[in-house]
């Protein structure tokens, strides 16, 4: 009986050893803090002109070193149609000006502000408004 036990014990240690050194386990790789961020803009926004300035600032601490990207879109409600927006932009810094171009006048257009982590671009969050340019 005691052979037994001291041959399972063995073969036990054995079986461990074979597996770590055949599949290794890797560290896993740190995981980025969830993006958040407000907007200083609200549904029903109103523009005196075809432009709206925006600001989107980061309340989560910054994803990366590599920074945040910031997207914008512009939909106008009327047609469904997509405007052209500026390029995205990329930033280390928490508060971001935007500015929204191109606004139809008397069209009523959901805005969207998407902010995405530079190093995984997964991990991103979005909010919308409605402006319109009067």
Not at 45 to 71: H, Q, R, Y
Not at 77 to 90: F, L, M, R
Not at 98 to 125: D, F, R, Y
Request: aromatic share 6%; with cysteine; charged share 5%.
């Amino acid at each position: 009986m005691g052979r037994f036990i001291i041959e399972n014990i063995i073969f036990n240690h054995k079986t461990l050893i074979w597996k770590y050194i055949t599949h290794p386990t890797s560290p896993t790789p740190p995981t980025e803090t969830p993006v958040a961020f407000t907007i200083n803009a609200s549904n029903n926004s109103v523009s005196l002109t075809n432009g709206f300035a925006v600001t989107a600032t980061l309340t989560s601490i910054m994803p990366s070193s590599k920074g945040i990207t910031i997207e914008t879109t512009l939909v106008d409600q009327t047609n469904s149609a997509n405007i052209a927006q500026s390029a995205a932009v990329t930033s280390t810094a928490a508060a971001n000006n935007l500015q929204l171009v191109n606004l139809p006048q008397q069209h009523w257009c959901t805005a969207t502000i998407k902010v995405s982590s530079v190093a995984t671009p997964s991990n991103s969050a979005s909010q919308s408004f409605t402006v319109v340019y009067k």
